[in-house]
């Protein structure tokens, strides 16, 4: 089993910046494909940002690209999102999920490709 617990939500205006950082524990390994995804109140889930186990591979949502960067401290079993630029539609609920990856550079885009899920933290940015 492996638990994901986020951090770093919080309130900010447009145009603000926020870190969100989510810790693995339990049975950690670093061949672990990492992802964030957010759900807006009445709204499907929806893929964000992944990274790779190495992270060495990135990819992102159109909607996030040029603003959102994914990154990860395997030593510390710590994957992070760096949100700058943002704007009210990014207001959502963040959740960090994880699974084995493949290959060292699979970035799984698809909610279903993750096994496990933190409980999230909430965005709200303020126009």
């Known amino acids: 089993q492996v638990q994901l617990v986020e951090s770093g939500g919080g309130l900010v205006q447009a145009g603000g910046s926020l870190r969100l950082s989510c810790a693995a524990s339990g049975r950690t390994r670093s061949n672990y494909v990492m992802g964030w995804f957010h759900q807006a109140p009445g709204k499907e889930r929806e893929f964000v940002a992944g990274?790779?186990?190495?992270?060495?591979?990135?990819d992102y949502a159109d909607s996030v690209k040029g603003r959102f960067t994914i990154s990860r401290d395997n030593a510390k079993n710590t994957v992070y999102l760096q949100m700058n630029r943002l704007k009210p539609e990014d207001t959502a609920v963040y959740y960090c999920?994880?699974?084995?990856?493949?290959?060292?550079?699979?970035?799984?885009?698809?909610?279903?490709?993750?096994?496990?899920w933190g409980q999230g933290t909430r965005v709200t940015v303020s126009s």
């Open positions: 990274i790779s186990a190495s992270g060495s591979s990135t």
């Open positions: 999920a994880a699974d084995v990856a493949g290959y060292s550079a699979a970035v799984y885009t698809t909610a279903g490709d993750y096994g496990y």
